[in-house]
């Protein structure tokens, strides 16, 4: 067996907002957000469209007949629930036309929710190889106008369909896993936004990856030679270079020099979207492995999964032979050409209407599985 993602993809909303135009309105110098924290631009998405809408449109591109008779089991990662008690799972599970007979919930932990979808969706096809599991990393990250975490937002899913045969990466058994009880990033029940100690998540987040980093050199006997690149974490693309950098201080001029320029390559598609919350590592992963021509099959790409509270894992995978036959690369770069740019009174007017669930109405949005109605709390969507 060769288990590991044979399909992914992503959808991001199809409105942004260019970073530079963000910093002049909010009387910042605007080199702070392109390289103080490395971003060009946000997705923004309208009231109309939710973590259900980002999903079903990122699943649908990689999913065919047979995938939909397969799959017996559906697992969606997110901070941005649409229901304390219903898991988007099951509403997403109707929309994709999934064969009946299988399972379908939610998990939350922070960021890292996905990367523990990905270790379920793994241990169930390693003992149901004649089966498939979708996992959908989904989210909103929203802090607020002209609040610290402003520009830090951003919204979309990634899609990933595990199988026994998978066609782009394939797993490694060496995952190395941290939790820590740490108050850096939380949003008590009832808030719109979280609540952050901006200084504290930072420090956490690297010593989190130097504390799995050590802990896989000394458990799993590999060094950086042993790793085509690493893949990390994004809420914001100058984060994860922080990280790796804190890792390269006695690593040669060419080893450096190589990670580095792959680690830019996964942020490619970050720095126009912004934080995707739990979908922010494999957002990156995709964005590699569409943008870096010179990676080798059979080669392991590392990645460090992280969300705040805190826990954080480190675990690999190794590209298989004729991946690139099986990304979507076009697709994902029309969706970005296709996006509309929005002014900052546009996207302030577009952030403040919010969606009242007590108040039955109906949307003209044209994008599929968009919300069509609100009746009786229920959020109906477009198919």
Not at 69 to 81: C, F, L
Not at 232 to 256: C, Q, R, W
Request: charged share 20%; glycine share 6%.
């Amino acid at each position: 067996m060769n288990v590991g993602i044979d399909k992914l993809s992503f959808f991001i909303p199809s409105y942004y907002i260019d970073m530079t135009e963000l910093a002049n309105a909010r009387g910042v110098d605007p080199a702070k957000f392109h390289i103080g924290i490395g971003q060009d631009q946000m997705a923004i998405n309208p009231k109309t469209q939710d973590i259900v809408t980002f999903a079903a449109n990122a699943a649908q591109h990689i999913l065919n007949t047979d995938d939909l008779a397969q799959i017996d089991m559906i697992i969606v990662a997110t901070e941005s629930g649409i229901d304390e008690s219903k898991a988007s799972a099951v509403i997403l599970h109707r929309l994709l036309g999934i064969q009946p007979f299988a399972r379908s919930f939610e998990i939350k932990e922070a960021c890292y929710g996905a990367t523990a979808g990905l270790q379920f969706a793994k241990e169930h096809v390693t003992l149901h190889p004649d089966k498939k599991v979708l996992v959908i990393a989904s989210d909103i990250a929203k802090y607020g106008l002209a609040s610290g975490g402003e520009p830090t937002q951003g919204a979309g899913a990634v899609a990933m369909l595990i199988s026994a045969e998978a066609r782009i990466l394939a797993f490694e058994n060496d995952n190395i896993m941290l939790t820590q009880d740490i108050y850096d990033f939380w949003r008590p029940v009832g808030y719109d936004f979280p609540l952050v100690d901006g200084p504290l998540s930072n420090e956490t987040y690297i010593q989190s990856f130097q504390k799995v980093w050590k802990e896989n050199i000394q458990k799993n006997h590999t060094s950086l030679s042993d790793y085509a690149a690493l893949v990390f974490h994004i809420p914001y693309t100058k984060m994860g270079k922080k990280a790796l950098n804190s890792i390269l201080e006695d690593v040669p001029e060419s080893e450096k020099s190589r990670l580095l320029t792959r680690y830019e390559q996964s942020t490619i598609y970050s720095r126009k979207t912004g934080n995707m919350y739990t979908g922010s590592l494999y957002l990156g992963l995709i964005s590699l492995l569409e943008n870096e021509e010179n990676l080798q099959t059979n080669k392991r790409i590392g990645l460090f999964s992280y969300g705040s509270g805190s826990v954080a894992e480190f675990f690999s995978m190794r590209l298989v032979e004729g991946y690139q036959q099986h990304l979507l690369s076009d697709l994902h770069k029309k969706q970005f050409e296709q996006r509309t740019k929005l002014s900052i009174a546009e996207y302030e007017s577009m952030f403040s209407d919010q969606l009242h669930i007590d108040t039955d109405n109906e949307f003209s949005d044209p994008t599929p599985y968009s919300i069509s109605q609100i009746s009786n709390t229920i959020r109906y969507y477009h198919e």
